[in-house]
């Protein structure tokens, strides 16, 4: 499993349909790992639908501090690697901090994953 991470909420300031093209930018990267043969998995497709379940409706609600960062914390508990693709994110370079703590390897560019696999 790959945790993609990039910005999210970074560079939007607030404005939810660049967060929507953030999201989208980092789904890109879903497909071209997943035909390389791993498991794709995005912090925010888990994250979003908790802090919906925990009464939030958007990042940007004080319960989402709890859920957010910490959601990517424990995914990277079962990650075998991260994909940092670019752009300034202070969760994804925290991600990245984690990642290179546990001794997981974090990559670039989608092309140096394992397996990579042209379209």
Known sequence: MILIAGPYRSG??????????????????AWP??????????????ALPVLRGAGGHSPL?????????PTAERLLRHCDAVLRLPGESTGADEDVRIARERGLPVYERV?????????
Do not use: K, Q
């Open 12 to 29: 939007t300031g607030d404005d939810p349909a660049l967060m929507v093209r953030n999201l989208e930018r980092l789904e890109e990267a």
């Open 33 to 46: 790992i997943f035909r390389s043969g791993h498991v794709p998995m995005i912090g925010e497709w888990v």
């Open 61 to 69: 609600d004080p319960i989402a501090s709890e859920i957010m960062y």
């Open 111 to 119: 092309e140096d994953i394992p397996g990579y696999r042209a379209a």
